[in-house]
């Protein structure tokens, strides 16, 4: 039972096989991911197209597959957590198994078409933004030598 994604429509449970199943895709685009929270951009691992798969079985052992940005994530698990977290909270859930698969290369077409649009709404407020502009010796030694 399980539905690949392409990383865009996770967010329709029409994809779901089962109610549960459908009930743990809503759960997961409430988990936002670390990085994009501290930037002040909140995205959800759905929306930054993470999740790989998610399945759930008649005994309510929920299976979610996740790829990380890049090999470097350190905020990983932390992710991995907070799925856990959320998901074991759906009712009918009584496990909760998270992978990362290490070999799929994630790009910005894994996005959900809203994913896109508020990565291109910070990225166009970022653009009009003024540009930041160093002070002509602000943090630089001053004067001679010790």
Not at 1 to 15: D, F, H, I, P, R
């Amino acid at each position: 039972m399980t539905a690949q994604l392409s990383g865009t429509g996770l967010e329709n449970t029409a994809l779901a096989n089962t109610p549960r199943e459908a009930a743990v895709r809503r759960a997961l685009l409430d988990v936002y991911d670390p990085c994009s929270n501290s930037w002040a951009r909140p995205m959800s691992v759905v929306d930054l197209g993470l999740v790989r798969s998610v399945a759930v079985d008649r005994t309510g052992h929920a299976a979610i597959v996740i790829a990380p940005t890049t090999l470097l994530c350190m905020a990983i698990s932390v992710i991995i957590q907070a799925i856990q977290l959320k998901v074991a909270d759906v009712p009918g859930i009584t496990k909760v198994d998270v992978s990362v698969d290490v070999t799929a290369d994630w790009s910005e077409d894994l996005m959900t078409e809203e994913g896109r649009r508020v990565l291109g709404e910070h990225r166009s407020a970022d653009r009009a933004r003024p540009p930041v502009v160093l002070m002509p010796g602000f943090g630089a030694p001053q004067g001679g030598a010790s």
